[in-house]
């Protein structure tokens, strides 16, 4: 991995509709990540959190019934813009959600850099949703359809071109929680998906090998999204879609040390801490600890 990491926070929480996990970033450099990255021996640059505009109530599209969707277009520019940015100058970026609606911005950003941009999706949801197959709205729920192309044209436009992916470059870990739509939407694109039956079933180093294989011979480049729900609620508490049945802490540190063996991440983003609903900070500590994982650290 490059040894210039450019951290950005990103304080979003108009992507869904539980308050608290704009805190995340705070959450995550309180438990000691900018620390943790700079003991590894890497230089950390902190840019700071990008300012999000709140709307003065709950507010959705009237055309497309998606919540706050201009506020989330604009912050995801912003992110798309300034992580575009920092790769041209040699840095890894690394971004503090917010909700998982970033990841839009983060991959609008990232992709206009490589060929053929690969995508590890951690987490029990497989945000592939659209307007039209969302049961609640969110677009948190969406930032992987959208990058794909699919739905809103101002959330697929974000960055100024569409897709940034391609379904056959994507692997998602830890599925098991994924709506009707998405299901239909996985079978028909043919998307990589490792649910928790397959983990359970061959295990994650097994996974995590078939996943890195996967990508060496068709990517040029692979992005991390990971968000914390796709841990186990009785590891990771803080946060706002918990589904029970999720990887445990020891497997998920265990897939991180595979990718930094592998060497194969390019960028990453850690999602979805809330510490209103968190126990002491334990969700973003782990996140933390996920990090340094990923970034080298062996467990001892």
Do not use: C
């Not at 309180?30 to 902190?46: S, V």
């Not at 840095?91 to 909700?99: A, E």
């Not at 802490?249 to 990453?268: G, K």
């Amino acid at each position: 991995m490059k040894k210039n990491i450019s951290i950005i926070g990103v304080p979003m929480d108009l992507g869904q509709s539980r308050r608290g996990v704009d805190m995340g970033p705070s959450a995550m450099r309180y438990a000691g990540a900018m620390e943790k990255l700079e003991r590894l021996g890497y230089h950390i640059q902190d840019l700071g959190d990008i300012p999000i505009i709140k709307p003065d109530r709950k507010s959705s599209d009237q055309v497309s019934n998606l919540k706050n969707l201009q506020q989330v277009v604009e912050a995801n520019q912003k992110l798309a813009d300034m992580i575009d940015r920092e790769i041209s100058k040699g840095y890894f970026p690394l971004i503090f959600g917010g909700d998982h609606s970033i990841a839009i911005g983060s991959l609008a950003g990232i992709s206009k850099h490589y060929e053929n941009l690969g995508v590890i999706w951690y987490d029990a949801h497989g945000d592939l949703n659209t307007a039209e197959t969302s049961p609640s709205g969110n677009i948190h729920g969406m930032p992987l359809a959208a990058s794909l192309g699919l739905g809103n044209e101002e959330l697929t436009m974000i960055g100024g071109y569409a897709p940034k992916i391609e379904s056959e470059n994507i692997v998602i870990i830890g599925a098991r929680s994924l709506d009707p739509g998405e299901r239909e939407l996985i079978e028909n694109k043919g998307i990589k998906v490792f649910t928790m039956h397959e983990i359970d079933r061959i295990g994650m180093p097994k996974v995590m090998e078939e996943a890195i294989a996967y990508f060496q011979d068709r990517t040029d480049g692979v992005h991390l999204s990971l968000d914390v729900d796709g841990l186990d609620p009785s590891e990771a508490p803080g946060v706002g879609t918990p589904v029970i049945g999720g990887m445990t802490y020891r497997e998920s540190h265990l897939a991180m040390e595979m990718l930094a063996e592998a060497e194969i991440i390019t960028s990453a983003e850690f999602v979805e801490v809330n510490p209103i609903l968190d126990e002491k900070n334990k969700t973003a500590i782990l996140a933390v600890g996920l990090m340094g994982s990923l970034f080298g650290e062996k467990m001892k």
